[in-house]
C-alpha cells in the first residue's frame, strides 16, 4: 500500500509563509514527477506547482515568483514553501505523486490540508 501525508496547513494572515510537507510511505519502487494542486471553494482543481524526478520544475503563473517546490528523494517527501501569500491563495492543497510499485505505476493523491489566508 502507498499512501500521500500531507501537513503544514493553517491559517495565515497575508503576506504571511507556509511550508506545506507531503511524504510518501509503503511499497514504493521509485516516484516519478510530483506535485501540489489546490481547490479553492466553488473552483476546480488546479495545479499550483510540479516538479520532476531530475529536478524541473514549474509553476502556475499566479505564484510564480511567490511560491517554491522542492524534494527530497532520501525521504521520499516533496515541499512547497509559500511567500506572500495573498487571500485569493486560500485552498485546499493537495500533493500528487506518479510512484512505481513492483507491480505497477499509479497517480496517488494526498488527503489535502486547508490553507486560509486572512486577516
Known amino acids: 500500500q502507498v499512501q500521500l501525508v500531507e501537513s503544514g496547513g493553517g491559517l495565515v494572515q497575508p503576506g504571511g509563509s507556509l511550508r506545506l510537507s507531503c511524504a510518501a510511505s509503503?511499497?514504493?519502487?521509485?516516484?516519478?514527477?510530483m506535485g501540489w494542486l489546490r481547490q479553492a471553494p466553488g473552483k476546480q482543481r488546479e495545479l499550483v506547482a510540479h516538479?520532476?524526478?531530475?529536478?524541473?520544475?514549474n509553476y502556475a503563473d499566479s505564484v510564480k515568483g511567490r511560491f517554491t517546490i522542492s524534494r527530497d528523494n532520501t525521504k521520499n517527501t516533496v515541499y512547497l514553501q509559500m511567500n506572500s501569500l495573498k487571500p485569493e491563495d486560500t485552498a485546499v492543497y493537495y500533493c500528487?505523486?506518479?510512484?512505481?510499485?513492483?507491480?505497477?505505476?499509479?497517480?496517488?493523491w494526498g488527503q489535502g490540508t486547508q490553507v486560509t489566508v486572512s486577516s
Open positions: 509503503g511499497s514504493i519502487f521509485s516516484i516519478n514527477a
Open positions: 500528487n505523486a506518479e510512484i512505481a510499485t513492483a507491480t505497477n505505476e499509479y497517480d496517488y
Open positions: 516538479i520532476t524526478s531530475g529536478g524541473s520544475t
